[in-house]
């Protein structure tokens, strides 16, 4: 399905998916719900189902469509909000978020019904997993794309480094990975934690790069996206877009108290009233 989306309607979109992260995380109560990197990722993941994958959500597993991996799984909320919006799953599931009988737990699990494409969270994985899908396609003559988004903390696993490699000798230019680099992680600033150059790493592994200065702006990453996957460069492509982790909700934003946690009442009404007044 052609995707024609105006700018202003994927707008819309995220803002609503915003609020959508923010009614699933509460409704989880004491459980609690990785607020900010769903939030740092609203953009990207917008960008993606709103204007540039070919899907289709009355068919879902349509062959020719194109893939989506969230590798960072643990920010399934940005996922299950663009899988809401976009009608592969019904709106009022939304309160059943990390409910007992739910499929949407707190970690993406595999459903091809509702365009789960993979089950992740054990990071790394999903990537390695996005490369071996990259790879099958090239293998069957299929002509879609993979989509993966990581975490800059993510880039910290070993596995990223292998299958990464890995892609760059397969000449993998059918996969267009993110990073969602918001500079925090689970336990500190990623800079604090592994201090590395992500762009020269990614390019001395033989990974096209482009790096989006603000990845919470969606013109950029659009761009961005369309760039990488036109591109004739022949390898694997890497966006680098810079984030702000729990972008749009004053008290969340690069705060590594909101990497996960429980959200009270009190902060509910205020994300809510902040996202109203945006
Ligand atoms: C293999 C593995 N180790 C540890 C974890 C626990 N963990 C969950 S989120 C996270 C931090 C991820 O940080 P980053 O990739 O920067 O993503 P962000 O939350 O900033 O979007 C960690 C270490 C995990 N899910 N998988």
Redesign the pocket.
């Known amino acids: 399905m052609e995707n024609k989306n105006t700018v202003e309607f994927i707008q819309e979109k995220a803002a609503v998916m915003r609020r959508d992260v923010i009614e699933m995380g509460y409704v989880a109560g004491g459980r609690g719900a990785?607020f900010?990197?769903?939030l740092?990722?609203i953009e990207i993941v917008a960008s993606l189902f709103f204007k540039v994958m070919n899907h289709d959500p009355k068919e879902p597993t349509m062959p020719e469509r194109d893939r989506f991996v969230q590798s960072?799984?643990?920010?399934c909320l940005s996922y299950y909000s663009a899988l809401i919006e976009s009608g592969y799953i019904d709106k009022e599931l939304m309160s059943t978020f990390k409910g007992d009988e739910s499929f949407l737990s707190g970690?993406p699990s595999r459903n091809m019904e509702h365009g789960i494409e993979i089950s992740s969270?054990?990071?790394?994985?999903g990537f390695a997993i996005a490369c071996g899908m990259a790879k099958a396609a090239k293998i069957k003559n299929e002509d879609h794309y993979v989509y993966c988004l990581?975490?800059?903390?993510?880039?910290?696993?070993g596995?990223i480094w292998e299958a990464a490699m890995n892609g760059a000798k397969n000449k993998l230019d059918n996969l267009v990975a993110i990073v969602?680099?918001?500079?925090?992680?689970?336990?500190g600033k990623?800079s604090d934690i592994m201090d590395v150059d992500l762009v020269a790493l990614w390019k001395a592994v033989g990974w096209e790069v482009e790096v989006v200065e603000d990845g919470n702006d969606l013109l950029l990453v659009i761009e961005a996206l369309e760039k990488m996957k036109n591109s004739k460069s022949g390898k694997p492509h890497m966006i680098i877009a810079n984030t702000t982790?729990g972008k749009g909700i004053s008290f969340m934003e690069g705060s590594l108290d909101w990497?996960?946690r429980a959200m009270d009442k009190e902060q509910y009404d205020q994300a809510v009233s902040e996202l109203e007044n945006a």
């Open positions: 990785h900010g990197p769903a740092s990722s960072k799984g643990h920010a970690h969270g054990s990071l790394g994985n990581v975490g800059d903390g993510e880039c910290n696993e596995i969602d680099r918001n500079g925090v992680q689970l336990a990623t982790k990497h996960a």
